[in-house]
């Protein structure tokens, strides 16, 4: 169980670091300013989006120095293993009403844009006082179905990528590092 090596060294799957963990761990603290900065007297409502942005969560989370909340959404949407159709299905709802709430989604990516533009209209019925995403990856790209990032980590290659959070088939979320992955 110990030693140096790691499985994910020989994994032939896994390509090049695309964001480092302490490029990583700083843009968040950055990140965690600006909310504590820009949500001062406040104490706004974190959703996160499951499963991808639990890892994200849990470090901008700590990084905030405000009486934060939390819940928790869990969607499913359809597509091929590598990309999303846009067809979104709610698999957990949240918990806490949002009425007059400043509420803070929490997305791990944001690719084409039509998850997160789904779930947007899927809160903003529900009356918050306010509305933003912090999302800590962003693909480059013409991307019409992008809605307003208020706050934004990184914006990275159009690649598929895992760690930090971001899986295939359930794997590699508990990578380090935000890692190019070769098998897609
Ligand atoms: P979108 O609807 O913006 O095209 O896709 C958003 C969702 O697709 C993300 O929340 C994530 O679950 C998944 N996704 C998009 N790009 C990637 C990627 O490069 N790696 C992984 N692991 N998931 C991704």
Do not use: W
Request: glycine letters at 8%; hydrophobic letters at 45%.
């Amino acid at each position: 169980m110990s030693g140096t090596t790691s499985p994910f060294d020989e994994d032939p799957d896994l390509g090049e670091v695309v964001v480092a963990r302490d490029d990583l761990h700083a843009k968040i603290a950055e990140l965690g300013t600006a909310i504590t900065r820009d949500y001062a007297g406040e104490a706004p409502l974190f959703v996160c989006v499951l499963k991808g942005a639990f890892i994200f969560l849990s470090d901008i989370a700590r990084a905030v120095d405000l009486p934060v909340e939390f819940d928790f959404m869990a969607v499913s949407s359809y597509g091929t293993a590598t990309k999303t159709s846009g067809i979104v299905r709610i698999v957990k709802d949240l918990d806490i009403d949002l009425t007059g709430r400043h509420v803070v989604v929490i997305e791990d990516i944001v690719d084409s844009g039509l998850t997160l533009n789904y779930l947007l209209k899927h809160l903003a019925v529900r009356q918050p006082a306010s509305l933003e995403v912090c999302a800590l990856l962003v693909k480059e790209g013409e991307r019409r179905h992008m809605p307003d990032l208020r706050y934004v980590g990184f914006t990275i290659p159009d690649e598929f990528v895992v760690g930090y959070g971001l899986d295939v088939a359930e794997r590699y979320r508990n990578l380090p590092d935000v890692r190019r992955y070769r098998g897609a």
